[in-house]
C-alpha cells in the first residue's frame, strides 16, 4: 500500500490534542470577546456573516465539551 494512501488514526488523548484543548481553554478571555463582537454585529448592523460565525462557534463548543468530557 502506499505510504500517502494510509491513514492514521491518533487516540484522542495525544499529547497534541490536550495542548489544543489546554490552549483554548486558557484563551477563553479571547473567544468572549469575540463572541461579543459578533452578537454586537449581528444585532447591529444585521451581520449575516457574524450570524453564521456564532452558529459555528456553538457547534464547535458542543463538540469541545464532548472531547473534553471523553478525558
Same mark, same amino acid.
Given at each position: ?8 488514526? &491518533? ?5 497534541? $490534542? ?8 486558557? !484563551?477563553?478571555? *479571547? =473567544?468572549?470577546? &469575540? ?5 454586537? $454585529? ?8 457574524? !450570524?453564521?460565525? *456564532? =452558529? ?16
Amino acid at each position: 500500500m502506499d505510504s500517502h494512501h494510509d491513514i492514521v488514526v &491518533m487516540p484522542a488523548t495525544s499529547p497534541v $490534542d490536550c495542548v489544543y484543548c489546554n490552549f483554548l481553554i486558557d !484563551d477563553d478571555r *479571547i =473567544m468572549k470577546l &469575540m463572541v461579543q463582537s459578533w452578537i454586537r $454585529d449581528v444585532t447591529t448592523y444585521q451581520n449575516v456573516f457574524a !450570524d453564521q460565525q *456564532i =452558529m459555528h462557534f456553538y457547534r464547535f463548543e458542543k463538540c469541545l465539551v464532548h472531547v473534553i468530557s471523553l478525558f
